[in-house]
């Protein structure tokens, strides 16, 4: 690989706020936000051009040449903000070229939107699953261009993001390994919505590490165990990891449903099976 530097990025502002706002629904931030540096890294906002409009995404990269290894950090229900960013800063830390797209920016800016009821009705109904993956697809070739190695290409994805995660992987070839974080598996079909997890098994391109928790109250154990023999009847060389104690959002430091000992052994996991499939 070349040893020329990087494009020079010109960072552009977040839809309608900065990636230091918390999404107004899950205000204010619990005491435990992990609040992880830009020193040392490059970071920032910018633009993709995709269908429809140029497509924010919120980055974290070492200076340098490179190239890096590629992660896509897939939102949570709420959007781009500072806990996603956080984290794409923390996959910078180790490395990566993490790249976070804001893959509602079509609608409006999900951080305004007071309730989980208006963003289910305003954002996820309207955004359909399709759209999303061309985004993220997209969002790879930037990366690309950014200094990003994408033969080393993982992927991530939280909450809302952890559904598109299952959904990428039986989408993109390119891809490595994904870690799908207490995402839905099931659910009623809708036109926007024609396939879920559970549905795709057969058809993973790349091995999928499942990370849930066993008093989350949006998805039960039902769908977890029907998840697992979905996998085992495809012969996918997937995995999925349950926290009995742990609920929904466990990983999510800025909320009361954070779990710090679940969400440390699940981000170690994370780090190794990225690793174990060459995302490194």
């Known amino acids: 690989m070349a040893d020329a530097p990087p494009p020079i990025i010109a960072p552009a502002p977040a839809p309608s706020a900065t990636a230091a706002a918390i999404a107004k629904a899950v205000q204010p931030a619990a005491a435990t936000t992990i609040h992880t ?33 590629v992660v896509i950090v897939v939102q949570e229900v709420f959007g781009v903000h500072e806990h996603i960013a956080d984290i794409a800063r923390r996959f910078a830390k180790l490395g990566y070229l ?17 309730d ?9 109904s309207k955004t359909p699953d399709a ?16 200094a990003g190695d994408t033969s080393r290409l993982g992927l991530t994805g939280f909450c809302w993001g952890g559904r598109i995660t299952w959904l990428y992987a039986a989408h993109q070839p390119k891809l490595k390994a994904a870690v799908a974080w207490y995402g839905r598996l099931t659910g009623d079909k809708t036109a ?32 977890v165990e029907a998840q697992r023999a979905a996998l085992a ?14 609920p929904h ?16 052994d699940g981000w170690k996991r994370l780090l190794a099976w990225f690793a174990a499939n060459g995302v490194k």
């Not at 993490?98 to 305004?112: C, H, S, T």
């Open 37 to 69: 540096s830009a020193d040392g890294l490059s970071a920032g906002w910018s633009t993709v051009d995709v269908d429809g409009g140029k497509l924010p995404v919120y980055f974290a990269k070492p200076t340098g040449a490179g190239p890096f290894p």
């Open 98 to 114: 993490a790249v976070a797209p804001e893959l509602y920016f079509r609608l409006g800016d999900p951080k305004q939107a007071p």
């Open 116 to 124: 989980i009821d208006t963003l289910r009705r305003d954002f996820v």
């Open 131 to 146: 759209q999303v993956l061309a985004d993220l697809d997209r969002t790879v070739e930037w990366a690309s261009t950014q």
């Open 192 to 223: 926007n919505s024609p396939a879920h997890p559970v549905d795709l098994a057969a058809a993973l391109k790349a091995p999928v590490l499942g990370l849930y928790g066993g008093q989350d109250q949006g998805i039960p154990l039902t769908a």
């Open 233 to 246: 009847a495809a012969k996918a060389p997937s995995e999925i990891v349950v926290y009995p104690d742990a």
């Open 249 to 264: 959002a466990f990983y999510a430091d800025y909320r009361p449903s954070y779990r710090a000992e679940a969400a440390a």
